[in-house]
């Protein structure tokens, strides 16, 4: 038993949420060091973000929603209810056990809340940056049915004076050979 991975992962959301506890979210600390004092490598964290990716860049919900049913089949235990041995109040989980490893916590943490994020837009919860300079997946917050392209405002900024730019050249160009 890791009482101490357990209360951490109750309290930590996908996507580095702020919880309940109003307490920051996402810290280093948390991540560098397991339940057991375990050092955590990069490698399962990055192996389960890529199984979420064709989330974000499925087209549309349908899409969406069948990755996802594929992802929770194959790497997700069954929906269960725990408190971490009365360390929280009662709440959903769907890796396989309190004690399963970070990076599976991880993946089936981020599933649950992507199932439920489609559940109550009725939309693909997620997206993939439109910038060809960029990898990032995002997750838009707030309401507004236009689909988001960008991964932020400093992505979009610059996607829009590059396209800016091209404009101009492309413009000059036409100008050059009708004159
Ligand atoms: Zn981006």
Known sequence: ???RGGEERARQGAFGERSRH??????????????????????PFREAAGA??????ADGVDAAALTLNALLAERTGPLRLTTHGGASPWHPHVDRDDDAPWAE??????????????????RAPGGVCASATCEDVFVPLGGGRER???CSRR?????????????????????SITR
């Not at 560098?32 to 990069?42: F, I, K, N, V, Y």
């Not at 993946?107 to 009725?122: E, F, P």
């Open 1 to 3: 038993m890791h009482p």
């Open 105 to 122: 916590w991880f993946l089936a943490s981020s599933c649950l809340s992507l199932a439920v994020l489609l559940w109550d837009r009725g």
């Open 148 to 150: 988001r392209r960008y």
């Open 52 to 57: 979420l990716r064709p989330v974000f860049a």
């Open 155 to 175: 992505c979009a900024t610059r996607e829009r004076v590059a396209a800016h730019r091209r404009a101009g050249a492309a413009g000059s160009a036409q100008m």
């Open 22 to 43: 109003g307490r920051p979210q996402g810290e280093r600390g948390d991540l560098d060091t397991g339940s057991g004092g375990e050092h955590l490598g990069a490698q």
